[in-house]
Every structure is written in structure tokens, then in C-alpha cells.
């Protein structure tokens, strides 16, 4: 643990010896083909679809009423704690697999094409005839809430989902006599995932058991597993989900899609192995975007830079289906950030809109939060006349202060901000940055200088538990079964990381297994950074267990008493006597064998169920220094400097790894990527010729440091990584464009920041 070692995973990675969905091949397999709306509001009142069933290869043609009895409508997450709004109890807001009577959104589906190949499946989509009744359509979040909109769900009055509200202490009265009020509207776009992998869904009947198996690109397999026997009324027993390799998932790849819940209908119906692979287009238009939120802010701000109160209503775009509506409320949940701010009035509204449904993306919920409050004490910063650093110094929570109760609910666990930030402006430069940028401006250079920070801290290590198995086989190598599921980040290696250490097994000799509701216990999967802090406790725990019963066997073997018996060095050893000891590989056969001593069952195996007692709150400090070309508007990221503090560290190349990944996402919705949707609810970026992501030089070598705080609340003091460098990353470089527009009288512009932008903010 803590050691650099390779990933256990990039050997089958990089040779592409990998299986992933679209690998899998099964006697007799069909292909399906979705139909779906082009329009972002319509009745459907028919469907033909003679045309397409008497082409060649077409084997069925599905629409929603064929399959309306064998499927309910799909399980929703909807409304938050302690917010208005029951959608769940409600009789509307249904969403069925296949529509049936109505379409909410551009590329919702009417009908499927089975067919011997998947060419013959999308061709016979295009000949299946829908007589469409298109109806007015709303993709502005306050067009939707107004009087006369159209009315997406007819139990949802202003197209209002729900509403949260937070306050706390007195904002009101901190208001009326604040010396000044800092007010901002913010956007944070709607985002696409764009996992290199799109969504793939293979289900086929289970001859042995009468059931089902789904493979699929799943983060959490077996809540996938569970909203499938929900959905087809079968027993949970009955169905077994796979995700075998899954390239990428950051947060798109959660939950019940109508596709897979139509596949497994279907599978079931015809007793045929169907698989469907989306693709580019499909995954833009039908699988879950992110963030989509605008928000006002206000502060209550003293003369010296101190805030004493904290407005901030965000107004969510959800888009047409309730899926995971929750996400605005983390926003809340993180409203003060690193701040002591004890007076706040916090509201989310989420709004339906006439878009593809707004779910979990990298972060959910907490990099809004980060990007509102960081751009926000920049703008407190400009107003006032002071150095952005003094602002934030000025309002830190102290490390005193931990564990933290925060005004929003949330219980921090350690934390020490001002390091963070210090070490990360002392890694930049940052002295010698102000200096160049000053001087730069003198000169009238064209290339204008930016330096930006942003300070973080986010909740993860999401509950209600994670489970594990770690069985010694008789051999003396380990086989471990992990709750969480990978796309990528490299369990695989933390967790034999953790096992090597605590039960003396060489690294190279643990296989760990996921992604199997079969063989796998019962576990939530991937996302909210738990993976780690969660299931990696687990993995702790099951390891823990079978030491102990090593020790014992270890002690029946050297005769000697079980409490003088000691893990040290890798090895079980007497106290005191290193001579006198035993390797994993040569107890191993013991628990499995004869003669075991009274007391000690065969075997050598055990199952832990952590449930973390809270959340844990990572936090770090971001330096992005930019140029900006004023003649161009092209904004080029000269350097990143990021620290980050997850607590206690496992395996750092996991962790640089995270942290890579996070910048790119990060640095990219500031400058780059946007999903937009046109007035009649037409998706204008459903390409990647439109939709841009970043390219390797449109991002420098990064550099990364750490400060280490451990927490409490596990076992390891680990914190989650995965989300972290995404949050930190989308301010540091905004409030670095906008410091370098600041010549121009520049205080706010709204992301992505393209060069058009960011011309025309300087062209002023």
C-alpha cells in the first residue's frame, strides 16, 4: 500500500485481449434497432410497420404497445430530501421502454428491428412509417416555468419536478446590514459523457435457470440487475447481469436504460440472444447528459473581504424523464464549499424540459457547486480590490474547526484548506506570475496572461455499504470478489495492493473479480468516488478476517499459542522468534485438508459488509495559468497545477491516473464542450463534428502535488480521488481567463469559453 506499482489491468487493456459487450457472440444472436422520435414533442398516433417487417433478415418489428404487458414502466429516482414533489407516487411522469402515447425528447424510442445483422436492423428502421402529431416543445428551463408553456407531464404544474430548500442561521438579517451585496449568475452547461466505449446491451435467455443474462455497460451491475426485475416482474434470482470490461462510464452508465430493459423483454419473448450497440448519435441524444444548471448568487460581504451570508438559487434543467434528480441537491449540499460561511439560503428547482433526461455526471452535483462559489470569490475579489488568495484565506474553515459542521448538513471530517493553496501557488510560481502578467500589460503584448485558482472540497464515499469476498485458495494464492464495479480506474490493483500487505500473498498472485451479479456479492457499484474508500474497506475488512484465521492455523502448525503467533514481514511468525515462521502458500493447504485443531472450520474465506459510519471530503487546490490571444480569442492552458488531498493513498499511479483524467474533463467544459439544443427542442451538437472535445494539445503536462490529510471514518483514512481534479479544474482555468480579460473590464463570462468569447470580451 502506497507503493507505485503497474496496473494489474493494462496488460489485457493495451493488447486489446479485453472482452467487452460488443466482443460477445452467442449461437443464434440477433441485432435490434431502435426507431426514434424526431421530434422533441409529439403524440404518436400509429405506427406501420409493414414495410419494415418484410425486409430481408427482419425477423420482428416491436413497438410499445406489443410490449406494454410484459414491461412495466422503468424505476425513477426522483425528488430530493426534505424537497416538494412525489413523482414516484404520482400517476404520471411514467416512462415505458418503447413510448407509447407521447415523446418528451428528440431520439426517445418508438419501436425496436430484430434482424440477422445489425445493418438489416437499421434499415428496417428507416422504412417503419410513425404518424407523428408534433406538439409545441420548451427547452428553456424559465420559458418552462412559465404561465401558458407547454405542459410536459401533466402532473407537474410550471413543469416543476421539485423544489429543495436549505437555510440557516439568519440571511436575512446578515443581508439587510451588509456593508455590500455581491450578485453573479453562473452557467454550467449540459455536457455529454462520451465514454470511449458507448452504451451495449447483449440479453439472452437463461436455459438453466429460466431467466435471463444481460451483459451490459454498467456501472453498478447489480442495480441494474434489480431495476430489470422490477421492471419484468421477475425474481431478482432470475436474472444475472455482466459487465465485463466497460470502457468508461463517468456516471452515464448508471442505472435501467429503455434499451436494456427492451432487449430483456424481448430476449424473453423470443427466446433469442439480441444484442444493441448505440451508436455515437444515439449515446448524444438518448443516454443521459450532465450538469445543465444556472444559477444566482448573492453574498453579504464586509469591507475586509468577509462573507456572513449566502444566497444561491439553482434552477436544474432535468430534461423529459425524472432519472436522478437528486444531483441539484448535492449541489446544495456543497453550497458553502471551503468556507465558514454559517447564514445560507440555498434553493434548487428542477426543472422538465423537452431535452434527454440531466443525470449523474463526473462529480454529480458537487463541481457546479465548486464552480459557483470559486468564480464567486473572484468576483468578491474584483470588487473589493483584493488578491483572490486573500479572499479565500480570509474565509476558510480553520483546521481547528474539524470535523465541521456545516450549515448545509453535511458533517466534514479533516481538512487543512490554506495549505492546499499555499503549496499550490508556491508550485506555480505564482509571485513570478503577477509579475509577467503586469508587465505583459505594460507592454501591450497580444498574449494576454491569466492566472486562476480554485479551492475544492467535495462529499463522496457514498453508502449504504459496500461488500467483498476474499477467499486463499489451497495453493496459497487469493481470489477476491468485490460489490464495486470498474470502468477503468484500476480496482483491480488497488485492492491486491491492500491484500498483498495484510495477508502476505505476492501482488502478482490475487486475481480480483467484479461485474458478475452471479458470483459477486450483493454491492452499489461505481460512482461517487466510493469505489475505494467503500469497497476497498471492504476488501480491508474480508482481508483482516482471513488473517486472523491464518494466525490460528499458523499457530496449530508452529504449536504454539494463537496469541503469540504475529503477521510480521509477510510472514506468521512467533513473537520474538523470526526463525520460527510460515509463508501464506504453506498454511493455505492446511485449512483444507485434515486434522484442522477444534474450534476451526475448513477453509479459508471470509465476507465483509462495510457500511461507513459518513461521508468522507476529499478537497485540494488548483493554479491554472492561461494566455489568451486577444487578436484570436484562442485561449491556450500554458499550465495546470493541481493538489489534491485524498487522504491516505493507496496507490499513487491510480491516483495521478484519476487526477489526469479529471484536469481533461474539467479544463474541458471551460473552454470547450456544450450541448445545445435549439428553440424547437432540436439537439444543434449531436456529433462530435459539433460537439468538441479535447484534443492532447489542447491540454499541457500537468503538474500534480498533495497534501495528506487522513479521515477517520475509515479504516485506510482514505479519501476518493476519482471525481476530485474535475471539480478543481473548471474554475481555476475560468477565473484564469476572466483574470486575464480584466484589463478589458471583464468580470464574468459564462462557459465554454471559445475563442469567439473571448474575442468579443476583449474586442470591447
Known sequence: MGAEVRRKEDPRLITGSSTYVGDITLPGMHYVAFVRSPHAHARIRGIDTSAASKRPGVFAVVTGNDIRGLCAPLPIVSGGEGGTGDAAASGGRKHYSLSIDRVRHVGEAVAAVIATSEAAAVDAATEVVVDWQPLPAVTDVFAAMAKGAPQIHDDAPNNIEHQTPIKAGDPDAAFAKAKRVVKQRMNSQRLCGVPLEGRATLAAPDPASGGLVMWATNQAPHGLRNDLATALGLPQNLIRVIAP???????????????????????????????????????????????????DLEAAVEDDGTITALRMRVTADIGAYPVFTFIPDLTLSMGIGVYKVANVDLQSTCVFTNSTSVAAYRGAGRPEAAYYLERLMDVIAAELGRAPEEIRRKNFIPPSAFPYAAPTGQNYDSGEYDRALTKALETAGYAKLRAEQKERVQRGDRKLLGIGMACYVEMCGFGPFESAVVR??????????????????????????????????????????????????????????????????????????????????????????????????????????????????????????????????????????????????????????????????????????????????????????????????????????????????????????????????????????????????NPMGAKGIGEAATIGSTPAIVNAVVDALRPFGVRHLDMPLRPERVWKAAAK
Open 472 to 713: 486463499v485458495e489451497p495453493g496459497g494464492t487469493v481470489t477476491a470478489y468485490t460489490g464495486t464495479s470498474a470502468h477503468g480506474q484500476g480496482h483491480e490493483t488497488a485492492f491486491s495492493q491492500i491484500i498483498s500487505d495484510h495477508l502476505g500473498v505476492p501482488f502478482d498472485k490475487i486475481v480480483v473479480r467484479h461485474g458478475d451479479t452471479l458470483n459477486t456479492p450483493m454491492g452499489n457499484g461505481t460512482g461517487g468516488s466510493r469505489s475505494l474508500v467503500v469497497g476497498g474497506s471492504a476488501i480491508l475488512g474480508a482481508t483482516l478476517k482471513v488473517q486472523e484465521k491464518v494466525r490460528r492455523l499458523a499457530a496449530h502448525m508452529l504449536e504454539a499459542a494463537a496469541d503469540d503467533v504475529v503477521f510480521a514481514a509477510g510472514r506468521y511468525q512467533v513473537k520474538g522468534v523470526p526463525g520460527k515462521a510460515l509463508t501464506l502458500e504453506a498454511i493455505a493447504p492446511k485449512a483444507y485438508g485434515e486434522g484442522l485443531p477444534d474450534g476451526i472450520e475448513s477453509g479459508l474465506e471470509a465476507t465483509e459488509f462495510f457500511r461507513p459510519p459518513n461521508l468522507v471530503y476529499p478537497f485540494g487546490a488548483h493554479v491554472a495559468v492561461v494566455e489568451a490571444d486577444r487578436d484570436t480569442g484562442r485561449v491556450t492552458v500554458r499550465n495546470f497545477i493541481s493538489v489534491d488531498d485524498c487522504g491516505v493513498r493507496i496507490s499513487p499511479t491510480l491516483v495521478a491516473g484519476q487526477v489526469h483524467g479529471g484536469l481533461a474533463q474539467g479544463i474541458a467544459q471551460a473552454l470547450l464542450e456544450e450541448l445545445v439544443y435549439g428553440a424547437d427542442g432540436q439537439l444543434v451538437t449531436g456529433t462530435l463534428m459539433d460537439y468538441a472535445v479535447p484534443h492532447a494539445d489542447d491540454l499541457p503536462s500537468f503538474v500534480i502535488g498533495e497534501t495528506v490529510t487522513p479521515t477517520p471514518r
Open 245 to 295: 470490461e466497460v470502457g468508461g462510464g463517468f456516471g452515464v452508465k448508471f442505472g435501467c436504460y429503455p434499451e436494456d430493459a427492451t432487449l430483456a423483454v424481448l430476449a424473453r419473448r423470443y427466446k433469442l440472444p439480441l444484442r444493441w450497440t448505440e451508436t455515437r448519435l444515439e449515446h448524444m441524444m438518448a443516454t443521459t447528459h450532465g450538469r445543465a444548471q444556472i444559477t
